[in-house]
């Protein structure tokens, strides 16, 4: 579940589901529905609420899409809602509120067959050249470095994470696809967008097709991806550096004692250390009980994946981590990899199973290329009805400065003109705000707040987490009827600091 450290916030909370937005379009819903999906809110280990503990149904959906989506991109109230309304009314005579199963993101695979097949075959026909992939080509992508959050242009470089997961979606039903190959090196991102490939790669895996994974290079974050996949390849000189989580924190209050500087920093909230790392020489209590608890949390995961997908014991896969993993070899005769290989022998290995003379070329199509299939060629397009989505990564601020670039994190003026525009329009029936922010100007979230407030109170509006939604990110997020987050998302406000 999404963990929260402590809740510091004076408004009403909606609730929030342990599960990422993608898995709404997995299934036709009523415009109604997105209102009414709740779940009691999990909150860390190291705070004990135990009627707090959520109590969760998980389903399977197929991909079925009765709604088009559109993405704005972005580097108390009064109005009271019906469903509001309905709650007080509930609560007043007694009743417990109804609630209603929410989509868990897992997918039920429905292969293409009949008519709409002859369909998607016509649209391959006709599409646009970019769009043309050879029949029985394996699709490829390079998970490395930065993924952003925002969807990316043509011309952009960079990996994108609505673009990685729309293609794992689009190669399961495209039949020109034989399987997926993922080079996975070195990530630098969170853990929640991890967890989001993670689950489109078994998603992907139900179409029946396979998918394989090359790590050259590794820690946690990439054997957690690598395991998901049905085979798991590495070359006889591949790093791997298996040996738990760690954190670490620089203090500079001794340096500024000795300058004589005093910082003046003030805080609300025990464990709001933004400011700790310019008045402290060491680490607060607090600030590593938070610490802790968060790396027990997200090792524990990582543990309880890696020993369901590889069939052995928690305890087990522990004290294998615990005895320090330095050869390729020792993966091996653990069973943690399927095999030692090269690149290129894998590829040979590849052309073996989809009968590919020796001599001739794997056909293989890349992450860029395969980006700019649209869904509409192979039918999995929406109608007219269409969802909004709002896009907000980054630190929070209220105006552009002028050294700002496009990339310069949320911008509350330009996100607050592109809600009153999906309010004002009749051609969006529901909204959805995607919130990968640590925070920022408190005076901008406030203002956003307010905006998907309204938006809130004449259509459906869903805020989803991405690796982070933190103070004015988790403040945004308690505007929407409904918040739905990674297990491994952080979230939640400790308090507020200025200096």
Same mark, same amino acid.
């Given at each position: 579940?999404?963990?929260?450290?402590?809740?510091?916030?004076?408004?009403?909370?909606?609730?929030?589901?342990?599960?990422?937005?993608?898995?709404? #379009? !997995?299934?036709? @819903? =009523?415009?109604?529905?997105?209102?009414?999906?709740?779940?009691?809110? *999990?909150?860390? &280990?190291? /705070? %004990?609420?135990?009627?707090?503990?959520?109590?969760?149904?998980?389903?399977?959906?197929?991909?079925?899409?009765?709604?088009?989506?559109?993405?704005?991109?972005?580097?108390?109230?009064?109005?009271?809602?019906?469903?509001?309304?309905?709650?007080?009314?509930?609560?007043?005579?007694?009743?417990?509120?109804?609630?209603?199963?929410?989509?868990?993101?897992?997918?039920?695979?429905?292969?293409?067959?009949?008519?709409?097949?002859?369909?998607?075959?016509?649209?391959?026909?006709?599409?646009?050249?970019?769009?043309?992939?050879?029949?029985?080509?394996?699709?490829?992508?390079?998970?490395?470095?930065?993924?952003?959050?925002?969807?990316?242009?043509? #011309? !952009?470089?960079? @990996? =994108?994470?609505?673009?990685?997961?729309?293609?794992?979606?689009?190669? *399961?039903?495209? &039949?020109? /696809? %034989?399987?997926?190959?993922?080079?996975?090196?070195?990530?630098?991102?969170?853990?929640?967008?991890?967890?989001?490939?993670?689950?489109?790669?078994?998603?992907?895996?139900?179409?029946?097709?396979?998918?394989?994974?090359?790590?050259?290079?590794?820690?946690?974050?990439?054997?957690?991806?690598?395991?998901?996949?049905?085979?798991?390849?590495?070359?006889?000189?591949?790093?791997?550096?298996?040996?738990?989580?760690?954190?670490?924190?620089?203090?500079?209050?001794?340096?500024?004692?000795?300058?004589?500087?005093?910082?003046?920093?003030?805080?609300?909230?025990?464990?709001?250390?933004?400011?700790?790392?310019?008045?402290?020489?060491?680490?607060?209590?607090?600030?590593?009980?938070?610490?802790?608890?968060?790396?027990?949390?997200?090792?524990?995961?990582?543990?309880?994946?890696?020993? %369901?997908?590889?069939?052995?014991?928690?305890?087990?896969?522990?004290?294998?981590?615990?005895?320090?993993?330095?050869?390729?070899?020792?993966?091996?005769?653990?069973?943690?990899?399927?095999?030692?290989?090269?690149?290129?022998?894998?590829?040979?290995?590849?052309?073996?199973?989809?009968?590919?003379?020796?001599?001739?070329?794997?056909?293989?199509?890349?992450?860029?290329?395969?980006?700019?299939?649209?869904?509409?060629?192979?039918?999995?397009?929406?109608?007219?009805?269409?969802?909004?989505?709002?896009?907000?990564?980054?630190?929070?601020?209220?105006?552009?400065?002028?050294?700002?670039?496009?990339?310069?994190?949320?911008?509350?003026?330009?996100?607050?003109?592109?809600?009153?525009?999906?309010?004002?329009?009749?051609?969006?029936?529901?909204?959805?705000?995607?919130?990968?922010?640590?925070?920022?100007?408190?005076?901008?979230?406030?203002?956003?707040?307010?905006?998907?407030?309204?938006?809130?109170?004449?259509?459906?509006?869903?805020?989803?987490?991405?690796?982070?939604?933190?103070?004015?990110?988790?403040?945004?997020?308690?505007?929407?009827?409904?918040?739905?987050?990674?297990?491994?998302?952080?979230?939640?406000?400790?308090?507020?600091?200025?200096?």
């Amino acid at each position: 579940m999404s963990k929260l450290l402590l809740f510091h916030t004076a408004h009403c909370s909606p609730k929030i589901h342990p599960r990422i937005v993608t898995s709404i #379009f !997995s299934k036709p @819903l =009523s415009i109604a529905s997105f209102s009414k999906c709740y779940s009691p809110v *999990a909150l860390s &280990p190291s /705070i %004990s609420f135990p009627t707090l503990q959520p109590r969760l149904q998980r389903q399977s959906f197929s991909f079925s899409y009765s709604f088009s989506t559109r993405a704005f991109d972005d580097s108390s109230s009064s109005t009271e809602t019906q469903e509001e309304k309905e709650e007080k009314v509930g609560s007043q005579s007694g009743e417990k509120p109804e609630t209603e199963e929410c989509p868990s993101g897992e997918v039920e695979f429905e292969k293409i067959s009949g008519w709409k097949s002859f369909v998607v075959k016509f649209k391959m026909l006709i599409a646009f050249p970019w769009e043309r992939v050879r029949k029985g080509s394996v699709l490829t992508m390079k998970l490395r470095g930065q993924i952003s959050d925002q969807l990316k242009s043509r #011309f !952009s470089s960079g @990996l =994108s994470l609505p673009q990685i997961c729309e293609n794992f979606v689009k190669a *399961a039903y495209d &039949p020109r /696809i %034989s399987g997926v190959y993922l080079h996975i090196e070195p990530l630098n991102c969170g853990w929640g967008k991890v967890e989001e490939i993670q689950r489109h790669i078994l998603n992907f895996k139900k179409s029946g097709k396979f998918i394989i994974a090359y790590i050259p290079a590794c820690g946690e974050k990439e054997f957690y991806l690598a395991c998901a996949c049905e085979e798991t390849y590495a070359p006889p000189s591949a790093y791997f550096s298996l040996y738990g989580l760690t954190v670490q924190a620089s203090f500079l209050g001794g340096v500024f004692e000795k300058i004589g500087i005093e910082p003046q920093v003030q805080r609300i909230g025990k464990y709001k250390s933004a400011g700790d790392q310019l008045t402290r020489k060491t680490m607060s209590e607090e600030n590593c009980e938070m610490l802790t608890s968060l790396l027990d949390n997200i090792y524990g995961n990582w543990l309880d994946v890696v020993s %369901s997908s590889k069939g052995k014991k928690r305890e087990d896969v522990e004290n294998f981590i615990n005895e320090g993993v330095y050869k390729v070899e020792k993966l091996k005769e653990e069973g943690f990899i399927t095999n030692i290989h090269y690149d290129d022998e894998v590829i040979s290995m590849l052309k073996e199973r989809l009968g590919i003379q020796k001599d001739k070329n794997l056909h293989m199509v890349d992450y860029k290329k395969y980006s700019k299939v649209r869904k509409w060629t192979l039918g999995l397009a929406g109608g007219k009805d269409q969802i909004a989505v709002i896009r907000a990564s980054g630190s929070i601020s209220r105006v552009r400065s002028p050294l700002s670039t496009p990339s310069s994190g949320i911008i509350a003026e330009q996100i607050i003109e592109k809600i009153r525009s999906v309010r004002e329009s009749k051609r969006y029936k529901a909204a959805i705000i995607r919130i990968d922010s640590p925070g920022g100007d408190a005076l901008a979230s406030d203002l956003m707040w307010r905006e998907i407030r309204l938006l809130a109170a004449s259509k459906p509006v869903i805020a989803s987490m991405s690796d982070v939604a933190a103070s004015g990110g988790y403040y945004m997020a308690m505007a929407a009827q409904t918040i739905v987050a990674e297990n491994l998302t952080l979230t939640g406000s400790i308090g507020v600091v200025t200096d």
